[in-house]
């Protein structure tokens, strides 16, 4: 249906054609105002505005397909058929964008705003399906300008003063170059949105806080050396590797794409891309809230500079991956913290590794540290073993399941082989150091019934089932290597076999499919089938 209003009509409230489906809208002469989103999503194929209508309010033709046509001898707004536009008029020139038509009629056509035009309207852009839009007058853009636009190519040229938050958020575009902007204060700027490249103006002072929250799609960003104040949670849940141009007086990037204060005293943001281990500088005291937010970190090195963590620092720090963070300091009490700093980590996966048994006690006591399993750093497994047996007392149940390599010495027997094959996570083991290896007779060796272990024998099983052992160096008190001891182990090579040992069990070698070199002592004199 055509729809004309009544003479006795003089302003449309909000939202009176809301989802509207008429054929056609046509404002008599007697209307003066339209109210904000009076034509939200209408549907009418056009809508005609009289000449006598002197304000429209805010979004009042927001997601609307229409095509809006304004009486040419009106004064305060005009329109452009082809582009689907309506304007806003000062002194007979258009002066600003109100609104475009988000019809698919005009999705291959790229767009220059007249020139006269200094101001972009809030949501004026947004659904809109122009193929590009540039602009080089334009000071003031609103807020929500270009919000969830399907406008492939956007270029401010223009020095905008004001960029209203949200302008881009969500916008399905693919290109942003604002090489004009000097001015990006509003927050949220380019929140959610799709932009696979943008372009800052070498002349930009201001980024608004979290202008680039949650912005996957970019994969690098640059920051110029003219920008002076970024706002709070600015890359918070970004993925956008960070380059800040060195003459920045304000801040600093690193090879990772990591953003810091300038001295790198205060690590700020890091890309949720971000893969693998990263180890925070040395120079850095202050990890700011939410650094780490949903990156895909596998570990992270936090060192003793460290005196102070923000809020949610490794929140949700890519849970599924996360397993290691290295605290170097050696007092968790001298590490301000913020709160729930870990929130959302795993205790069954993350381990916290500290430098030595001292300092694993007081991280275990720690508040936010203490939910986490705490153990000795690889450099600190090396263990002392005074009494055969004791082994397991050694070594805590977190280390256990977390080490991959151990050093051993002293004196073992085989329930301490027993112990290290139930080391989940073992690549390598160094037994050079064990200086005997005394008898054992019971259940409690590799073999779950009652065995006899001779003193300085490889126990047999001992190793059996470890395919994740690729090295092993044994001690040099040995006098023979037990059935099994090695099978089914990846070591790639034997060349630490004593020269006291005179026999090698049955099967010791068992589908070691890596295996390629073994080194026999002349001392050997039995090695039976399958050996």
Known sequence: SDVCS?????????????????????????????????????????????????????????????KVTVAPASTKFA????????????????????????????????????????????Y?????????????????????????????????????????????SAANTTSVNLTGVINISGSNVFANSKIT????SSSLT??????????????????????????????????????????????SSDASGVFFDKNKTNL???????????????????VSANAFSFTKLTSVTIPSSVTSIGAS????????????????????????????????????????????????TLYKAAAQWLAYPVVRELSASTIAVATPGTLSTLVTAAEKTAWTSITVTGTLDATDFKFLNGMTKLTSVDLSGVTSIAAYTGTGGPVATSTVYPANEIPQYSFNGKTLITNIVLPSCITSIG???????????????????????????????SLTTVHLPTSLTTIPYYG
């Not at 490249?197 to 800052?200: A, D, E, F, R, Y």
């Not at 034997?494 to 068992?510: H, K, L, R, W, Y």
């Open 6 to 66: 009544s003479d006795l009509v003089t302003s449309i409230t909000a939202y009176a054609f809301v989802l509207n489906n008429l054929h056609s809208i046509t404002l008599s002469s007697s209307v003066t105002s339209i109210g904000a989103n009076a034509f939200e999503r209408c549907n009418a194929a056009t809508i005609y505005i009289s000449s006598s209508v002197t304000t429209i309010g805010t979004t009042a033709f927001y997601n609307s397909p229409s």
């Open 79 to 122: 329109s452009d058929a082809t582009y689907g536009i309506v304007y806003g008029l000062t002194t007979g020139s258009k002066t600003s964008v109100v609104a475009a038509s988000t019809s698919t009629t005009f999705s291959g056509l790229d767009y220059t705003i007249p020139s006269t035009v200094t101001s972009i309207g809030t």
């Open 124 to 168: 004026a852009f947004a659904y809109n399906n122009l193929h590009s839009v540039t602009t080089t007058s334009v000071t003031n853009v609103g807020t929500y300008a270009f919000s969830t636009c399907n406008i492939p190519s956007i270029s401010i040229l223009s020095p905008v003063t004001v960029m209203g938050g949200n302008a881009f």
């Open 197 to 200: 490249s943008l372009t800052l």
């Open 206 to 251: 201001t980024i608004g806080v979290s202008a680039f929250n949650t912005f996957s799609s970019l994969a690098a960003i640059t920051i110029p050396a003219s920008v002076t104040t970024i706002g709070a949670a600015e890359f918070y849940n970004c993925a956008a590797l960070i380059t800040v141009d060195a003459a920045n007086p304000n801040y």
């Open 268 to 286: 700020i943001a890091v890309p949720i891309s971000l893969t693998g281990s990263y180890t925070i500088p040395a120079t850095v005291t202050t």
């Open 313 to 360: 620092a490794f929140l949700n720090i890519a849970a599924a991956n996360l397993t290691q963070i290295h605290a170097q300091g050696s007092t968790p009490s001298a590490i301000t913290l913020g709160a729930t700093v870990f929130s959302g980590l795993s205790a069954a996966k993350v381990i916290i590794w500290v430098a030595d048994a001292a300092t694993t």
């Open 483 to 513: 059935q099994y001891a090695f099978k089914g182990t990846a070591i790639t090579t034997m060349n630490s076999i004593p020269d006291a040992v005179t026999s090698i069990g049955a099967n010791a070698f068992e589908n070691c499919t």
